[in-house]
């Protein structure tokens, strides 16, 4: 039986007079992809900021196997078993990519130190197929392995559920199957992840369920095929 990881309830969240999003629920079940999908300025990035801890919520619960994560700060988050990356990706700029990774490794929900960690590191890193640049510089990086470094930081934590902000934009062809291909090993392995994702191709193939918001609201929920023919699903998306 599949049990149910994580639980939003009546999730909103205002910045002054503007509902980013607005009384959101759903359920994420253990092992699953579960998609966030909607047009820009939809509110999936505060969601996932609110799951991960970087914003309370204004009002309503996320919980992590029954545990309040709503207000708590994210590096409490983590240590409960939330790990993410960012769409603006976020790295220690002055650090190499191995420290970066060893950094997520500290701070996660299995924390790993010294020797520990660093094989850790190495192992998620090679199979991301950084197994090379270990000792770079991080802001010596391309763009994709920029993002490379930032799922590998986040998978070092262990955690519970992966939150995975846009983790495919901005890649070429080439990139992106190899990044699918990724993200499917990742779901092989069991781990259930939310992913806010644009690309169409990514979001059928991955997604077990998906959650449409627009303009703050969920609007939709069920399998990729099923909401992709929604009508109000490609009202939204067309906008009108
Ligand atoms: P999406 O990720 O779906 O494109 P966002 O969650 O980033 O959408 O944004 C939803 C809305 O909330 C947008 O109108 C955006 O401008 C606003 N917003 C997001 N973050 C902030 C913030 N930190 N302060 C004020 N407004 C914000
Ligand atoms: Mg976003």
Same mark, same amino acid.
């Given at each position: 039986?599949?049990?149910?990881?994580?639980?939003?309830?009546?999730?909103?969240?205002?910045?002054?007079?503007?509902?980013?999003?607005?009384?959101?629920?759903?359920?994420?079940?253990?092992?699953?992809? %579960?998609?966030?999908? /909607?047009? @820009? /300025?939809?509110?999936?990035?505060?969601? +996932?900021?609110?799951?991960?801890?970087?914003?309370?919520?204004?009002?309503?619960?996320?919980?992590?196997?029954?545990?309040?994560?709503?207000?708590?700060?994210?590096?409490?988050?983590?240590?409960?078993?939330?790990?993410?990356?960012?769409?603006?990706?976020? #790295?220690?700029?002055?650090?190499?990519?191995?420290?970066?990774?060893?950094?997520?490794?500290?701070?996660?929900?299995?924390?790993?130190?010294?020797?520990?960690?660093?094989?850790?590191?190495?192992?998620?890193?090679?199979?991301? /197929?950084?197994?090379?640049?270990?000792? %770079?510089?991080?802001?010596?990086?391309?763009?994709? &392995?920029?993002?490379?470094?930032? #799922?590998? *930081?986040?998978?070092?934590? &262990?955690?519970?559920?992966? #939150?995975?902000?846009?983790?495919?934009?901005?890649? @070429?062809?080439?990139?992106?199957?190899?990044? +699918?291909?990724?993200?499917?090993?990742? *779901?092989?392995?069991?781990?259930? +992840? +939310?992913?806010?994702?644009?690309?169409?191709?990514?979001?059928?193939?991955?997604?077990?369920?998906?959650?449409?918001?627009?303009? /703050?609201?969920?609007?939709?929920?069920?399998?990729?095929?099923?909401?992709?023919? &929604?009508?109000?699903?490609?009202?939204?998306?067309?906008?009108?």
């Amino acid at each position: 039986m599949s049990r149910t990881i994580l639980e939003a309830r009546n999730v909103t969240k205002r910045f002054g007079g503007l509902v980013a999003v607005s009384d959101v629920s759903f359920d994420v079940t253990e092992h699953e992809v %579960m998609g966030i999908i /909607g047009p @820009n /300025g939809s509110g999936k990035s505060t969601m +996932i900021n609110m799951i991960s801890g970087s914003f309370a919520p204004s009002s309503g619960s996320i919980r992590l196997r029954g545990a309040e994560l709503a207000g708590k700060p994210a590096h409490k988050v983590a240590r409960l078993g939330v790990g993410r990356t960012f769409q603006l990706v976020r #790295l220690l700029p002055e650090l190499s990519v191995i420290e970066n990774v060893m950094a997520g490794a500290a701070f996660g929900h299995r924390r790993r130190w010294g020797h520990e960690a660093e094989h850790f590191a190495r192992s998620l890193l090679e199979r991301l /197929g950084l197994g090379q640049a270990t000792g %770079m510089p991080v802001s010596a990086l391309t763009y994709i &392995d920029t993002k490379r470094v930032e #799922l590998a *930081r986040a998978l070092a934590g &262990d955690p519970k559920v992966l #939150l995975l902000d846009e983790w495919l934009a901005g890649l @070429n062809p080439t990139e992106l199957s190899t990044g +699918i291909a990724l993200i499917r090993s990742l *779901r092989e392995e069991g781990r259930t +992840i +939310i992913l806010v994702e644009h690309v169409m191709d990514a979001i059928r193939s991955l997604c077990d369920r998906c959650v449409v918001m627009s303009s /703050g609201a969920k609007i939709a929920e069920g399998t990729p095929a099923e909401v992709l023919s &929604d009508r109000e699903v490609i009202r939204a998306y067309l906008g009108d």
